[in-house]
Structure formats: C-alpha cells, structure tokens
C-alpha cells in the first residue's frame, strides 16, 4: 500500500488548503492580538458543507491538534480563520 505525502499550508486568510479529495493530518494555530478560531470544511472552495475540525485559541497563545488517523475530506479542504494576525499550518495528505 502506498501511503501519500504529508503536505503543509501556512493559513493567514479564508481560503482553500486543498482543492482535492484527502485528509487532514494536523492542525496548528496561533492567536495574534485577540482570540482566533479555525474551522476546516470538507469543501475545496467555501466555508460550508461538514466542519472537519474547530480550534481555538486565546490571545498570544497556540493551540495544536493531531489526530490518531487522518481525517477523511472526500471533497477537499477549506480554512475558516478568525481573529487578529492569526497564523494557522494545515497538514494534509
């Protein structure tokens, strides 16, 4: 079985990760000067359709989530971020 590459994306604005059926590998987020929130959607073009996965984080801080298995995204991945200079990395395969 072959396995795909873990890819990754620096997320400053809305907008796709991946256009492409995949996974989400793990997920990173920093809070600049007020609290962030991301939201990754199983859509390769829009914040809609089913939420993969929400962070949040306070103030200057970071939060990270990796999962035990990859999270499937049949359609694709889209990054919803929130706050003031947030920063977001996005793995995928």
Do not use: F, H, R, W
Request: net charge negative; with cysteine.
């Amino acid at each position: 079985m072959m396995i795909a590459p873990v890819k990754s994306s620096e997320i400053t604005a809305d907008g796709a990760v991946n256009a492409a059926p995949g996974a989400l590998c793990g997920v990173a987020l920093t809070a600049g000067s007020d609290a962030a929130t991301l939201i990754i959607y199983d859509n390769p073009a829009a914040a809609s359709g089913d939420k993969l996965i929400t962070l949040k984080a306070a103030a200057n801080t970071s939060v990270a989530y990796s999962p035990s298995q990859p999270i499937n995204a049949s359609k694709g991945l889209y990054a919803d971020i929130t706050g003031t200079g947030p920063a977001a990395y996005v793995a995928y395969c």
